[in-house]
């Protein structure tokens, strides 16, 4: 049930302030807006060079429109914005990202603003030609914080500074945050690879946030599909965690080994995947791409173990970047194919259609229970029936 968000902040004595920085986002920024009007007192817009009406449409929100002459650097853009908000706390968003209708009110629940300086939300990534719960990845980003003295640091992939907050000060809210940045068409839209690289070329040489300008160039080249440069700059950038006595970051890992497998290179990266997973034991992802691994090399009974472990693990942990699936759907996939490979199709069609139930349009799956419901309908239905309520069979078939 919704509150009703004047009686909640009087009650808090809380204002937000959310500030953006833009540049020709007239296709996302209303819908991020009034995601969030009913929940912020103040936003802070400031327009970069905008061309076409994204200025207009900030205007029919009453936004606080601020002009930045563009200089490259993306945290002197957003510090800019900090500068002139009022609010106790700020809320920093991109134009294509959106605050969840029935989420937000749990920024007002909880004694969260009492006990914390920091809090991050949950993002919804979504990949592919159009936007799928099935075809995302989950992470937790910190994108609320007290307004007391914060600056963002570097040019590009800009984050917040607070190195200098204690952990126990930090925290996290449940609150869903839907991104389509990284839809085809907006990737595709946007092209702004050569100058992201340039920028953070010009970020190493300056000395600034070395290892992760390596990991976000490593990203720039996977999305290139230029895998080599891709994972000699994972490398670096592992190196430089290391040569800082930090722990790589999990999200460096999984691109790493995600890359391996699209190269087919299995026997290389098992050992490697290994370790990863001794570093980052409560990471499904890892625990997913070593089965994958495990599957091409012939390793079947091992990889449905480690198929059924991805299951138990789950997908809800905020600490890592994790593809919706792997957990579930996915991992009963793979699961499927392992049981073929093992002939035994009735296990196979069983763990395949406990896929389709949990998403049923999922591609993959689909054709592999078609293939099986096409060389024996009978028997596979007898199955079917002996493990499946009707309506979940209904589910499982009806596209099948």
């Not at 606080?64 to 650097?73: A, C, D, H, R």
């Not at 599909?225 to 890992?253: C, D, G």
Request: with cysteine; charged share 30%.
């Amino acid at each position: 049930m919704e509150k009703d968000r004047k009686a909640v902040l009087a009650l808090k004595k809380i204002r937000i302030s959310l500030c953006m920085i833009v540049k020709d986002e007239e296709e996302y920024i209303a819908c991020c807006l009034n995601s969030v009007k009913d929940v912020v007192d103040e936003m802070i817009i400031v327009d970069t060079g905008s061309t076409d009406h994204t200025i207009e449409i900030c205007q029919s929100f009453k936004c606080q429109i601020e002009k930045f002459t563009w200089n490259g650097s993306f945290a002197d853009a957003r510090n800019f914005g900090l500068k002139k908000a009022t609010g106790d706390w700020i809320l920093w968003l991109d134009a294509d990202e959106e605050l969840d209708e029935k989420d937000k009110w749990k920024l007002f629940e909880g004694e969260h603003f009492e006990h914390f300086d920091i809090l991050s939300l949950y993002f919804i990534n979504y990949h592919g030609n159009q936007v799928d719960v099935n075809d995302s990845t989950s992470t937790s980003l910190h994108r609320l914080f007290r307004n007391s003295g914060f600056t963002f640091k570097n040019k590009i992939h800009e984050c917040l500074d607070f190195d200098h907050i204690p952990k126990e000060r930090i925290g996290h809210l449940h609150v869903k945050v839907h991104h389509y940045g990284y839809l085809n068409s907006t990737v595709e839209k946007k092209g702004k690879t050569d100058r992201n690289l340039k920028l953070l070329k010009e970020q190493i040489k300056e000395g600034e946030n070395v290892p992760w300008a390596y990991y976000f160039i490593a990203l720039e080249y996977y999305n290139k599909q230029q895998f080599q440069e891709a994972l000699n700059h994972l490398n670096l950038s592992i190196l430089s965690f290391l040569s800082k006595k930090v722990l790589p970051p999990s999200a460096i890992y999984k691109l790493k080994y995600f890359i391996y497998i699209a190269m087919e290179r299995f026997k290389e990266a098992l050992p490697g995947i290994e370790k990863a997973m001794i570093l980052y034991p409560d990471f499904v992802d890892l625990q997913f791409y070593h089965g994958v691994i495990l599957y091409h090399l012939e390793k079947y009974k091992a990889a449905i173990q480690c198929f059924k472990k991805c299951m138990e693990m789950g997908e809800e942990n905020p600490n890592h970047l994790i593809l919706k699936g792997v957990g579930s759907f996915q991992a009963w996939y793979y699961i499927s194919l392992c049981q073929l490979k093992l002939g035994k199709k009735k296990d196979a069609a069983i763990s395949v259609a406990r896929s389709l139930l949990l998403a049923p349009n999922y591609k993959e799956a689909r054709e592999i229970f078609a293939q099986l419901f096409a060389e024996d309908e009978k028997e596979v239905l007898e199955w079917m029936e002996s493990h499946f309520k009707e309506e979940e069979l209904e589910k499982i078939i009806r596209k099948g």
